[in-house]
């Protein structure tokens, strides 16, 4: 726990309710198989990136129409189409996560339902019940559930252990984080003189609408 504890201020310095976090992440990645010293602070920075350090554990999708256009291209080719969803989180996620997922037309209102949210971002009626199938908790019915600290880390430790994350050789194979390298550096491992920045690309092998930000999706 004493080194989990120093790899978590290593990739998380501005991390708050540290104690709680600790905690939680120690049982999603015992249970998980997250054991490896650089596939523990690769996972950690995966969470520190997508959740701003574990503050942020759903998707906002409040945004200006100029953004929709960059993120969601297909869904609106103009300006006056991004402009009908601007500042319409609800409206939004309902257009653009329809019939998609697991979700049903825009009228289920399974998108906004079943928005991004995690530590890793689920999104989608059939991910969430994916999740909650392999947690035995019925987030389907009770997808807010995703929002307690526990619930987060263990459906991000989850993921990572589906889709194989676990057996990645390197941080760089997945995303490749200055705070992962950071921490492989503080516990005396070779780190790379030029390491890469944040990426905001999905996890590698991860199918859409998992661990992915809330772009554009094929």
Known sequence: MELLAKQLSTVMPTLRATRVWLHVLDEAMKRFEIGSPECIVTFLAQIAHESDECRKLEDDLSYPADTLLRMWPSHFPTLEMARACERSP????????????????????????????????IVGRANYSAAGAALEIDLERQPESILEPRIAALSAAWLWKKYGLNERRS?????????????????????????????PVPLAGAPNGVGSPSGERA
């Open 171 to 199: 941080a760089r194979e997945i995303v490749g984080f200055r705070p992962a390298l950071a921490a492989l550096d503080c516990l005396k491992a070779e780190r790379s003189p030029e390491p890469q920045l944040f990426a």
């Open 90 to 121: 609800e409206k939004l996620a309902n257009f653009v996560y329809a019939n998609r997922m697991g979700n049903g037309p825009t009228e289920s209102c399974d998108g906004y339902r079943y928005r991004g949210r995690g530590l890793i971002r």
